[in-house]
Every structure is written in structure tokens, then in C-alpha cells.
């Protein structure tokens, strides 16, 4: 990018945005997802419609940032700590109710907060050493899975509700969360090996 360019801040406004889902979903689960009986519909399509536009928001400041030709050293660190912060909030939603807790075991969640926190670190020190720690290919699996895995249980509540509990699909949910938690597992040692080399 040319030094006297302009650097446009729509695609970190468009990242920052991204955290307004946060308070909305939490809001949510806290007011209307905490009875003793399950949450009706609306509750489920709320939630979900909420996270999928927050995630949506990443392929738009992604592309906004190379159309604009403004990737930015904020950038590069805010974006993918806001899909984290949105992502670790929706599991720990999903794992502290009781009617989806069963699919999102809390050592799963537990495991892959330890993992974000423990990277976002690697990935400061990284840049202050000005060493390229932009996202792997394991990275974007890692947070490709867990997307899907969160949405396929929204999608599979506020489609069958109660019953999906005793449904064929609650396990292929709980087997996508499996399968994310594995990924997040093997991208963060990935991510360890590439610094070790890169320091090396």
C-alpha cells in the first residue's frame, strides 16, 4: 500500500460492528432462555438470524479491506479477535443451557477458550517481532467449523425444537462440535510451530 494513500476505516468499522451481536445474543439467552420451559421458535430463529449476520460481517470487511486496498496492522489483530469473542460467546451460551448443553460439552468450550487466548498472545508478540502470523489454513478451518457446528444447532432447534434432542441430527451436531474442538487443537499447534520457526 502506498505510504501517502488514504487508509480507508470501513472495514475496521464493519469488524467493530460485529461486536454489537455480542450484548444482543447474550441478552437474549439471559432473558428469554433461562426458564424451565423450552424456548419457543422465535427464540432459536433470533439467535441464529443474530450469528449468522455477525459472521457474515467477516467476509465483508475481509473483502472491503483488499478492495480498498486498506489491510492495516489493527486490522490483521481486531479481525479475527472479534470473530473469536463472537464465536467463544455462543459457545459458552450454547454450553451453559440446559437444552443444548449436552451438545456442547463445557470441556469443549473450555479447551478451545484456553487455545484463543493462548494464540491471540502468540499473535501480538508476533506482531510487535513484525513476524507474518496472518491466519493458516488450519486457522480458517478452525473457525469455519465452529460456525458451522453453531449454526446446524440454532438451525437444528428453531427447526425441530424439544424433539431434536432424541433425533439422529443432536448427534451430528455433538460430532461437528467434536470435530471443531479437534480442529482448534491442531491449528493452535500449528500456529506454535510456524512461530518457532519464524524465531528459529
Not at 60 to 80: N, Q
Request: glycine share 8%; aromatic share 12%; hydrophobic share 55%.
Amino acid at each position: 500500500m502506498d505510504g501517502n494513500q488514504v487508509v480507508s476505516p470501513w472495514p475496521n468499522i464493519v469488524s467493530l460492528s460485529r461486536l454489537v451481536a455480542v450484548p444482543i445474543l447474550t441478552a437474549i439467552f439471559v432473558c428469554w432462555g433461562n426458564g424451565d420451559s423450552f424456548p419457543e421458535s422465535w427464540f432459536w430463529w433470533a439467535t441464529l438470524s443474530v450469528f449468522s449476520i455477525g459472521m457474515a460481517t467477516d467476509a465483508l470487511d475481509g473483502y472491503l479491506a483488499r478492495k480498498l486496498d486498506s489491510v492495516t496492522v489493527f486490522g490483521r489483530m481486531m479481525d479475527p479477535l472479534i470473530d473469536k469473542i463472537l464465536i467463544q460467546t455462543m459457545l459458552i451460551l450454547l454450553a451453559s443451557s440446559q437444552w443444548t448443553s449436552s451438545l456442547v460439552p463445557i470441556w469443549a468450550v473450555i479447551l478451545i477458550l484456553t487455545r484463543e487466548v493462548f494464540i491471540t498472545g502468540l499473535r501480538g508478540f508476533a506482531e510487535v517481532q513484525q513476524i507474518d502470523f496472518s491466519a493458516s489454513k488450519w486457522g480458517k478451518g478452525k473457525t469455519m467449523s465452529q460456525t458451522i457446528a453453531i449454526i446446524m444447532i440454532l438451525g437444528g432447534m428453531a427447526f425441530h425444537g424439544i424433539s431434536m434432542a432424541g433425533m439422529i441430527y443432536a448427534e451430528i451436531c455433538f460430532w461437528a462440535i467434536m470435530i471443531a474442538t479437534a480442529l482448534t487443537v491442531l491449528s493452535g499447534l500449528d500456529y506454535v510451530i510456524k512461530l518457532r520457526k519464524a524465531i528459529v
